[in-house]
């Protein structure tokens, strides 16, 4: 495909972005939830090494899978519930991604699956007590609330498709800091490395980056912040 030429999903021309690098492209749907800073965050601080295979929960477009691929791994595989952003995930892993890619549409409860090496998530962010009663249900909106499950799904669902010694990659808000680290010694993670994101206008933790390991004995790294 001629990347000048836009796919269209139901009637809409794709729009074409490049992700973190120049090199990296991914179409993206202008009315769906997009790539945004914690997206960035989240690739540049997880670890995926040559002949991994990566699994991961709630993979919309696939963006986060198209900038796996640059290392190399054996096998890539995307889920996610929700049919049209997995229809885009999939024009993007046909036209940018090497490695065998597998897309699984389906709620992460109900994947049944071989274990893997990584698994990476950039769930949503807010309960569903603090979505307003006039919100309007979108695909935006799917993207940034917890309609299918909280966030003890995410994490027990991630230690639960990993191999032991498998690394689960998470972004999150800061404030849900307690929960998920408790949450992680609750289903097998250890904690081995943490960073935290600041918005350089306020000074505000705006996002906290973890790294898992299943069924590990480590000692924790806290990495230097990063500014946004």
Not at 30 to 55: C, W, Y
Not at 58 to 72: I, M, S
Not at 177 to 185: C, N, R
Request: with cysteine; proline share 5%; glycine share 4%.
């Amino acid at each position: 495909m001629n990347p000048n030429e836009r796919p269209v999903v139901d009637g809409v021309e794709l729009a074409l972005d490049y992700f973190i690098s120049k090199n990296i492209l991914v179409y993206q749907h202008p009315a769906h939830f997009r790539f945004n800073t914690d997206t960035r965050l989240l690739a540049q601080f997880m670890q995926i090494k040559k002949g991994e295979s990566v699994l991961e929960i709630g993979c919309n477009n696939g963006v986060l899978l198209v900038y796996a691929d640059q290392f190399k791994p054996k096998r890539l595989i995307g889920v996610d519930r929700l049919a049209q952003p997995l229809q885009i995930a999939q024009i993007n892993a046909d036209r940018w991604i090497e490695a065998p890619v597998e897309l699984i549409l389906s709620p992460i409860q109900e994947v049944e699956h071989a274990l893997v090496d990584v698994v990476i998530s950039n769930p949503p962010f807010f309960e569903m007590k603090e979505l307003h009663p006039n919100t309007k249900i979108n695909y935006r909106t799917l993207g940034r609330f917890e309609f299918n499950g909280g966030l003890e799904d995410w994490i027990f669902h991630a230690s639960r498709l990993l191999k032991s010694k498998g690394r689960f990659y998470l972004v999150h808000r800061p404030d849900r800091i307690q929960e998920i680290l408790s949450l992680g010694m609750k289903h097998s993670l250890s904690l081995k490395r943490m960073q935290l994101a600041f918005d350089s206008r306020d000074h505000q933790a705006k996002a906290l980056l973890v790294e898992f390991i299943k069924e590990g004995n480590t000692k924790a790294i806290v990495q230097e912040s990063v500014w946004i």
